[in-house]
């Protein structure tokens, strides 16, 4: 189902429609209605995409069968939804705007509202401003716990890569990472500076001299059977894209729970 539209007429935001579709799986909502609030209901949805100037702080979602959830402000992130049941419950978020800790406050935020996330997506363009993430530390929450985290740097490799994997850690901690680029100059080398910046990071999050990080492909075999249920079946990468996972490991060698 695709709605496109300015509103749904409400007088504080957008009328939560969806229990006049009991069956819908899959739903597309575009809309550039700025209200108060969008809340949205459905026991059947698997996929949502919302193209929305909502804050996601404006957003309450009763989905428990929701598999999928795409968000961001600007159409031209339009994906095309399908059914995908075997996705645990994946957010999928597209950064249109300057980055700052207000951003991640109310990312997490939203994620705390019993979404039940349990993998997170962001595609970041390197031409926003990453602002204010000196004071990501005042703020005072315990990190969201995911199984899995993709950060995807779209346009050319840049310092603020580093910072904003420092201020995804600092409000998230995941069992596994995987970093992305479209710039086929990105240095995702082992020995690179934003790969060593990652795995230390990662390690802070762990019972020092407990935790080991593993540095596999995301298309071995060991790195889809970790993340399988997590993400989108794979596709091959393109010939400029870069990709690298890391893996916590006990040393044991058991995955960090």
């Known amino acids: 189902m695709l709605y496109e539209g300015s509103r749904i007429p409400n007088s504080n935001g957008i009328t939560d429609f969806l229990p006049n579709f ?37 957003i309450v979602l009763n989905t428990p069968s929701l598999g999928l959830f795409i968000y961001s402000s600007d159409d031209s992130h339009r994906n095309g939804i399908s059914d995908l049941p075997h996705l645990k419950a994946c ?6 705007e ?20 349990k993998a997170l997506n962001l595609y970041i363009c390197t031409d926003q401003k990453v602002i ?41 901690r995941p069992r596994s990472l995987t970093l992305r680029s479209s710039f086929p100059l990105t240095d995702f080398e082992e020995r690179s500076a934003l790969v060593k910046f990652t795995c230390e990071k990662l390690l802070e999050q762990e019972f020092q001299g407990h935790t080991d990080i593993q540095i596999v492909s995301p298309y071995s075999s060991k790195a889809q059977k970790q993340f399988k249920g997590l993400m989108p079946l794979p596709r091959p990468l393109r010939r400029e894209e870069k990709a690298i996972s890391f893996i916590k490991k006990k040393q044991n060698n058991e995955t960090v729970k």
């Open 132 to 172: 204010l993430l000196e004071k990501i530390k005042e703020i005072e929450l315990s990190p969201y716990e995911l199984e899995h985290i993709e950060l995807h740097f779209e346009q050319k490799q840049s310092p603020d890569h580093a910072a904003f994997v420092d201020a995804v850690l600092c409000f998230f």
């Open 22 to 58: 009991p069956l819908l799986k899959n739903l597309s909502l575009f809309t550039s209605y700025n209200g108060n609030n969008m809340k949205l209901s459905s026991h059947s949805l698997r996929t949502l995409e919302l193209n929305s100037e909502f804050d996601l702080e404006e």
């Open 91 to 96: 957010m999928r978020c597209y950064v249109d």
């Open 98 to 117: 300057s980055i700052g800790t207000l951003w991640f406050h109310k990312l997490r935020l939203f994620l705390d509202k019993k979404n039940g996330f």
